[in-house]
């Protein structure tokens, strides 16, 4: 009985997986996501930043000094990956093998 499923749920996965691709070249390209001139000014400003810390000589810097250095490597970082607008992305086949997997093994 398990097999059998087994098998039901990879040809599943086949065909579906199969079709994610055909149905993807239908839709157009998706552009990089764009930034606004001002976002793209900010986005400089912060390399510029980042290449700045990274010059600097840490081994004659105070703790605190350190410490502040990290926090403001931290809130560079996480402005820098809003403006990005990065993410997850899961295929429709990938989620419908993830779903089948959990279902064959619960």
């Keep these: 009985?398990?097999?059998?499923?087994?098998?039901?749920?990879l040809a599943t996965a086949m065909v579906l997986g199969g079709t994610t691709a055909t149905?993807?070249?239908?839709?157009?390209?998706?552009?990089?996501?764009?930034?606004?001139?001002?976002q793209a000014q900010r986005m400089e400003e912060i390399d510029a930043r980042v290449l700045?810390?990274?010059?600097?000589?840490?081994?004659?810097m105070s703790k605190e000094e350190r410490k502040e250095i990290k926090s403001e490597l931290k809130s560079l970082h996480k402005e820098a990956?809003?403006?990005?607008?990065?993410?997850?992305?899961?295929s429709t086949g990938a989620l419908i093998i993830i779903i089948i997997l959990l279902i064959i093994l619960l």
């Design 1 to 9: 009985m398990k097999k059998t499923i087994l098998n039901l749920s």
């Design 23 to 38: 149905m993807a070249k239908d839709k157009p390209a998706k552009s990089e996501n764009e930034l606004t001139e001002a």
């Design 52 to 60: 700045e810390i990274k010059q600097m000589e840490f081994a004659e």
């Design 81 to 90: 990956k809003q403006n990005s607008g990065s993410g997850i992305y899961i």
